[in-house]
């Protein structure tokens, strides 16, 4: 027994005597026999920390890649939760209407919260807008919220001013920076992953304390193009035919984008036939179809259209691909909001912020009466 002893502490004399010699080996590949570091050992250290890190972005992309590929776990639940926190979710009462969109149906006074009151009692209407997405993020968030709530209708809101531009960014603009080009490739593509990572920094972002009575000011304050949304400022400097080149679907890189398009858009269209429920098509149209006023406003933030007077027909071409795309389609509904909200517009009706090209409350409830009336008929 003794011996036994001595033997195991013999053994456990030996190991820190290993470790010093891996730590030395290891000096001594990295400083070279000197034992003092040297520029090729800098080199290999900075190399190969380089490399490690290399190595962790790609594990982290991948990871989330495939979580988000399989929704799993939910990686919009907490919009999904802020977005319908009035709701019991354990009682299943009368039909079911599942809304699906971007930043114009995203938020708990949009146009789904509007669109319960509409419909009344025997409805639900469950809000799973998430700002920024398109009809490739939409029909990826269906099949979650279908195996959750088995919708009996789905409204898939889809905004003629940017869904395409979010397919096929500008990436050979001048003024785009290396870092900008890069992540556009790379979410042009058809990965999710640089898309969602910087969707959440952009919401951490947005948690940052604010002063109240400035939000309330820039809300309120009068049409100036150093009010306007950041985003359609740049843009409209960066590709002044933007607005035009998506209505229209003109272009090689609009093509390739509705090509993308309409590939998940019929993705959506067999969900929700496999599902056994009616998809109504929501299209928003650009605030510059609407009224002169915000024809106006864009032309002073330097955007540019060959004809103004096409871009207000309905409908216009990208309406018109979305109602070919899914012709035939006796469950699908495509609902253009154009007409009405010109006629809303002409009688004084403001649809859109003033420094935002984003929908007022009065905007949210016209959107939810025509989805409403579309619905009964």
């Avoid at 030996?14 to 001594?28: D, E």
């Avoid at 490739?185 to 400035?214: K, Q, T, Y």
Wanted: aromatic letters at 8%; a neutral charge.
């Amino acid at each position: 027994m003794v011996k036994s002893v001595h033997g195991d502490g013999e053994q456990g004399q030996r190991h820190p005597s290993c470790t010093r010699l891996i730590g030395s080996a290891i000096m001594t590949a990295m400083t070279g026999r000197s034992g003092r570091w040297t520029p090729r050992s800098v080199t290999m250290a900075v190399g190969a920390l380089g490399i490690g890190l290399v190595l962790v972005v790609l594990a982290v992309l991948v990871i989330v890649e495939i979580s988000y590929r399989l929704q799993w776990p939910d990686p919009h639940r907490a919009e999904f939760k802020a977005f319908n926190h009035s709701l019991d979710f354990s009682k299943r009462e009368g039909s079911t209407l599942l809304a699906l969109g971007d930043s114009f149906t995203a938020g708990a006074e949009s146009w789904p919260f509007a669109l319960q009151t509409n419909l009344g009692e025997g409805w639900q209407v469950l809000n799973a807008g998430v700002g920024g997405t398109t009809i490739t993020h939409a029909e990826r968030i269906s099949r979650l919220r279908f195996r959750q709530f088995h919708p009996d209708v789905v409204v898939y809101q889809t905004y003629v001013g940017n869904d395409l531009l979010d397919l096929r960014h500008p990436r050979e603009a001048q003024g785009v920076g290396v870092t900008k080009r890069i992540y556009w490739w790379i979410v042009d593509s058809g990965f999710f992953a640089p898309w969602f990572l910087n969707h959440r920094a952009a919401a951490l972002a947005a948690l940052m304390p604010s002063d109240p009575e400035i939000v309330e000011a820039a809300v309120a304050a009068p049409f100036a193009v150093d009010n306007y949304s950041p985003r359609d400022r740049w843009l409209s400097r960066l590709d002044p035919n933007h607005v035009e080149r998506q209505i229209l679907v003109e272009g090689d890189a609009m093509e390739a984008a509705w090509r993308q398009y309409r590939r998940g858009l019929r993705l959506l269209v067999e969900r929700c036939r496999v599902n056994e429920a009616d998809l109504v098509i929501l299209v928003v149209p650009h605030c510059v179809q609407v009224a002169p006023i915000y024809l106006e406003r864009f032309a002073a933030m330097g955007a540019r259209w060959s004809d103004a007077d096409i871009l207000a027909r309905s409908p216009v071409p990208f309406v018109a691909r979305v109602r070919e795309a899914v012709k035939g389609q006796s469950s699908v509904r495509v609902v253009d909001a154009l007409p009405a909200m010109q006629r809303a517009e002409r009688k004084g009706i403001q649809l859109y912020s003033t420094n935002d090209p984003h929908l007022t409350p009065e905007g949210s409830e016209l959107l939810a009466q025509i989805v409403a009336l579309s619905i009964r008929e």
